[in-house]
Every structure is written in structure tokens, then in C-alpha cells.
């Protein structure tokens, strides 16, 4: 396999890595969101899962801009379980925003870990810039969520 080759396989896994983390987050956003009671959490939860799905959008255009022509992801096997977990909770258990959040922040440190992994990683440039730009926004997020959970105790 010649260096372009290993290189654009690299490429491609770590991306689509974090496409699967973003299709989890967007889906567990959408999801505890609608379980929260705090109406201004909901809508925050709303709009971050419509960011998600931005998030992955723009980095499927860059697997097309790379050669990779199907991109299509369907999120991790944790990320489906996490979900359902705090499905279950929220619909089963009555989950207070409490837990609820604190699902959501679990959610948020693996997407901080896949991003920290995927910037480790020897990406050309405009690939780099975009991530390191996302995961600016999801530490943002991550603390936003975790001060609303330490808020709502």
C-alpha cells in the first residue's frame, strides 16, 4: 500500500469516527431533550443536535472532497446503548434533568476523547482547521451541560 494510500485510510477511519460520535450526540441530544422539563435546556438541546447534524455534514464533505464517495454512518454500538439507557430512564424511571444531564455529559466526554484522538492524527490542514473548530464548540458544550447538571442536583 503505497504512503497516499495509508494516508487517506487514516484519513478516512478518523473521520468517520467522529461522524459516528456526532450521530450519537445528535440523536442523544434530540433524545434527552425530550425528556428535560426545563424548557430552556430543551430548546438548547434542540439546537445542538441540529449542530451535530451540521457538524457531520461538513465532514462528509470533506470525505467527498478526499475521494471517499459512501459515507454513510449509523453512530457506535455504545452510543446506541447510551442512548437507549437514557431513553429508558427518562420514560421508565421519570429521570430528573439530574440524570438526564449527567447522561448527556457522559455523551459529551466521549465526543471530547473521539475529537482528541482525531486531532492526534496527521490530517492536511483544512481537514484540521475544521475539526479543531468543532471541537472548540463541543468543549463549549460539554461545559455548558456539566453546569446545568451541577445546577440542577
Do not use: C
Amino acid at each position: 500500500m503505497s504512503t497516499d494510500a495509508v494516508k487517506n485510510s487514516t484519513l478516512e477511519s478518523t473521520v468517520k469516527s467522529v461522524i459516528n460520535v456526532l450521530q450519537d450526540s445528535q440523536k442523544g441530544f434530540a433524545d434527552i431533550g425530550e425528556h428535560l422539563k426545563d424548557e430552556t435546556l430543551k430548546r438548547y438541546f434542540l439546537a445542538e443536535s441540529l449542530k451535530r447534524a451540521r457538524f457531520r455534514a461538513e465532514l462528509e464533505n470533506e470525505l467527498h472532497r478526499h475521494g471517499v464517495k459512501d459515507v454513510h454512518e449509523t453512530g457506535t454500538v455504545s452510543g446506541t446503548l447510551h442512548r437507549a439507557w437514557g431513553d429508558l430512564k427518562g420514560k421508565v424511571f421519570g429521570s430528573s434533568d439530574h440524570e438526564l444531564l449527567a447522561t448527556a455529559e457522559q455523551g459529551e466526554d466521549v465526543a471530547k476523547k473521539t475529537y482528541t484522538e482525531a486531532l492526534e492524527q496527521e490530517l492536511p490542514l483544512p481537514l484540521r482547521q475544521l475539526l479543531t473548530e468543532q471541537f472548540a464548540h463541543i468543549q463549549t458544550s460539554h461545559g455548558y451541560v456539566k453546569l446545568h447538571r451541577d445546577e440542577t442536583k
